[in-house]
């Protein structure tokens, strides 16, 4: 599967960006998909998930309450609604994919991922 990532700007804090992840191929309902962020210097560090049903969500505790993962399968597509976004927010976020049909669970590891996006980058200046 190949996953094209979009949505990324420059927004002053406060502000919110939605990040979308297009999927390419037929069995896009049958993966895990997951947002990750790489900060310059950072490990690239999971942001949230949503499992290939989009029943189960789950976040990092630095975004909770300030982002929304969601998924529509009939267009092969994963968002990440980002709101109240912070200067700390900055990095290039990837989308990812990990084949779990059936399953409830979403890896927050990135080894765990099959295919990734090529990133696109949010910059939240002060």
């Known amino acids: 599967v190949q996953l094209q990532a979009s949505g990324g700007g420059l927004v002053q804090a406060g502000g919110s960006l939605r990040l979308s992840c297009e999927a390419s191929?037929?069995?896009?309902?049958?993966?895990?998909m997951g947002w990750f962020r790489q900060a310059p210097g950072k490990e690239r560090d999971f942001v949230a998930g949503?499992?290939?049903?989009?029943?189960?969500?789950y976040y990092v505790d630095s975004v909770e309450g300030r982002f929304t993962i969601s998924r529509d399968n009939a267009k092969n597509t994963v968002y990440l609604q980002m709101n109240s976004l912070k200067p700390e927010d900055t990095a290039v976020y990837y989308c990812?994919?990990?084949?779990?049909?059936?399953?409830?669970?979403?890896?927050?590891?990135?080894?765990?991922?099959?295919?990734w996006g090529q990133g696109t980058q949010v910059t939240v200046s002060s």
């Open positions: 990812a994919a990990d084949w779990a049909p059936g399953s409830h669970e979403v890896s927050r590891t990135r080894y765990e991922y099959d295919y």
């Open positions: 949503i499992n290939w049903s989009g029943e189960r969500v």
């Open positions: 191929g037929r069995t896009f309902s049958g993966y895990a």
